[in-house]
């Protein structure tokens, strides 16, 4: 698999209940970030997780980072139709020479039901 | 809140012919990207631009591909002969890092259709 690979590729749930995606990556990362884009639209950034942290919360949002399995979850709670959405990850490097160049995974799309 | 900007919105062009993409970054941003999606496939990093220089680039940019920061504020993607598998939705970002934050802030795309 690639670097940043997302599962499941699509989930289906109903308003109310948790969504969890998952991401693996292969390389020593520096920070690892999810973003969420709505159907052809751009990319807005929901966390970031830095390669020392291990949970994250932000609102509704909660990630986990296993250095040692090199994977990442997003949880979101008390999912809303407007959480429809594609999910991506992204990670930053680790290393000198990395500029902060992000590697995106397939994403993992969202489908809340009212 | 500050945020990425880009123009056109969407730009529909002919084979061969040259387009330029422009962005406006985050004024306080150091760091400029440009990454690109394929309908339905995933964000692919294309180059990075820090201190008036690219300092990361990958295999898709290749020599028709260029990118400028012609002034304070513009942050430019320029292809200088279009093919039709250039078609997809291109996306700048900037970032700033400092030691609390050191996300990318992503505009919401140019949508380019090569015909």
Redesign the interface.
């Known amino acids: 698999s690639q670097q940043g690979e997302e599962d499941p590729q699509a989930l289906s749930i109903q308003e109310g209940e948790n969504a969890t995606m998952n991401c693996s990556y292969k390389t020593s990362i520096n920070n690892l970030q999810w973003y969420r884009q709505n159907s052809g639209r751009g990319l807005v950034h929901l966390i970031l997780i830095r390669s020392n942290e291990r949970e994250k919360h932000s609102g509704r949002l909660r990630v986990t980072l296993d250095t040692s399995k090199k994977s990442s979850s997003l949880l979101i709670t008390a999912s809303r139709a407007a959480d429809t959405a594609s999910y991506f990850c992204a990670t930053a490097n680790a290393g000198g020479t990395s500029y902060g160049k992000l590697t995106f995974g397939q994403g993992t799309i969202l489908t809340v039901h009212p | 809140e500050p945020e990425v900007t880009q123009t056109p919105s969407h730009q529909v062009t002919q084979m061969g012919q040259e387009v330029i993409l422009r962005c406006v970054p985050i004024s306080n941003h150091l760091?400029f990207?440009w990454?690109r999606q394929i309908l339905g496939?995933?964000?692919?990093?294309l180059v990075?631009f820090?201190n008036n220089e690219i300092?990361?680039k990958s295999e898709i940019f290749d020599d028709q591909f260029s990118v400028e920061r012609p002034d304070g504020s513009n942050f430019t993607l320029k292809i200088r002969s279009t093919k039709l598998e250039d078609s997809a939705?291109y996306?700048c970002?900037s970032?700033r890092?400092t030691r609390d934050k050191?996300?990318?802030?992503?505009?919401?795309?140019t949508?380019l259709t090569v015909l």
């Not at chain 2, 050191?102 to 795309?109: I, M, R, S, V, W």
């Open positions: 760091y990207y990454y496939q995933k964000v692919e990093f990075s820090y300092s990361e939705m996306f970002a970032r890092r050191d996300t990318q802030y992503f505009g919401p795309g949508r």
